[in-house]
């Protein structure tokens, strides 16, 4: 039976990765330790998650990158109510999305023509590839990163500041208490990928009782 990788003999291969994000690009040192990609089948919007081992400039303790790519191939009608997507003519759509030109899709919202069916210079809203980095210290801080996000546990609304829901004017929870935050499903599937290599965080796994 082969044996793991280990962390040791990763960290001779230790290299400089400069990944884009929403506001600049972020340069590190470290090492891919897993990927794993979401999508498949006929899913419109899907997300690649890799989980780098970082060695952050000031020489503490090996930490972790957690950086997702979200995809999308829906293009939607001009000054739609989807409000999503940045505005090009279909002749320039390509310089608009990484996305492949024949996996592009029509928003099933609000029903755009078939980009082939459309003229050169008209105007659609393609969706954005985009990108989410948060930097871990800790394996703690990794596992609370791959749970999903707050919400209220009366509600189900986003945490809401001076007793009412930001989001939603009528909203009646005045006593905003955190629900439970389980792994998210795309978080468990890459931690049963990675953890084979990262003996230390399956100890932090264990004491949390984190179950994938």
């Not at 000031?58 to 109510?81: E, F, K």
């Not at 078939?114 to 930097?135: A, F, N, S």
């Not at 189900?156 to 955190?178: G, L, M, N």
């Amino acid at each position: 039976m082969e044996k793991p990788v280990t962390e040791a003999a990763v960290e001779m291969t230790i290299q400089n990765f400069v990944l884009p994000t929403r506001d600049r690009p972020i340069d590190f040192d470290g090492w891919l330790v897993g990927e794993l990609d979401n999508g498949g089948g006929d899913r419109l919007r899907w997300a690649v998650l890799q989980l780098y081992r970082w060695q952050p400039a000031d020489g503490g303790p090996l930490g972790y990158i957690l950086y997702t790519i979200g995809h999308s191939v829906v293009y939607h009608v001009l000054d739609s109510a989807c409000g999503k997507g940045v505005v090009t003519t279909v002749a320039d759509i390509e310089d608009a999305t990484p996305e492949a030109y024949e996996d592009l899709e029509p928003c099933p919202d609000c029903h755009p023509m078939e980009l082939d069916d459309m003229d050169p210079d008209e105007e659609v809203e393609m969706e954005e590839v985009w990108y989410k980095l948060v930097q871990c210290r800790t394996d703690e801080d990794l596992l609370l990163a791959l749970r999903k996000e707050a919400k209220c546990k009366n509600c189900f609304h986003r945490p809401h500041p001076e007793h009412r829901c930001s989001q939603v004017s009528s909203c009646a929870c005045e006593d905003y208490q955190e629900a439970p935050r389980p792994i998210s499903s795309p978080g468990a599937r890459l931690l049963h990928l990675v953890r084979p290599r990262l003996p230390n965080l399956i100890e932090t796994m264990n004491e949390q009782k984190v179950r994938l």
